[in-house]
């Protein structure tokens, strides 16, 4: 399932200071001292704790999961933003995750540009027909949208927490217009439950 690609799409991910090449996650800086230097930082989030974020909860625990996901090779760690992509399995039942976070210092803070980022990007995505029958939801994060990815095989939560910008996709097969509406809904509590595990893993 070649999802992440259009994740990276989705989120502007030029935004991230991504090349066109490929390139491998470099050691990890020190980003502890971020959130208190000279009071300019403005965010929850640094970090993603480890290479990929671990599905534990009780919808991946039913989805028979592995915990552990595979790192892509578009990661990026820098001392303004983070980027992680991951994925859990293949085809149907598999779980592709995309997290951005914003390190930036001053105006506008990190939160700020996230929000503004996130929402830009996701009426984008929806006015190009990336994101069919979308939804707005609640339960998880500052934001939600629920929708159909543009391929009809997988139902895509994307959310905004503070600084961190996360879309989650849920390979469910092909769908046809008459049952988005119903596999948007019947799929909700099973991506909220996996991006409650993505964003417990966020430092």
Known sequence: MAIAPALAITLGLAGCGLEADPVSVPPRPDVSSLASAN????????????????????AAKRLALPAVGKPGDTNIDSLISQ????????????????????RGQGTPTAEQKTATEFE?????????GRMLA??????????????????????VLSFRASNARVMLSYGVGE?????????VRKN??????????????LT
Not at 86 to 101: A, K
Not at 134 to 155: C, F, K, S
Not at 177 to 182: D, E, H, K, L, N
């Open 175 to 183: 769908l046809t217009p008459a049952s988005y509406a119903t596999a």
């Open 120 to 128: 830009a990007e996701w009426q984008k995505s929806v006015a190009e």
């Open 188 to 201: 909700k509590p099973v991506l909220i439950s996996l991006g409650q595990d993505i964003l417990d893993d």
């Open 83 to 102: 980027l992680v992509t991951c994925t859990w399995g293949t085809g149907v039942g598999s779980v592709t995750t995309l997290i951005s976070i914003d």
């Open 134 to 155: 979308p939804e707005q939801v609640g339960g998880i994060g500052d934001e939600a949208y629920l929708a159909v990815y543009g391929d009809r095989q997988n139902i």
């Open 39 to 58: 009071g300019a930082f403005v965010g929850k989030y640094t970090k993603v704790t480890d290479p990929c974020p671990t599905l534990d909860g009780d």
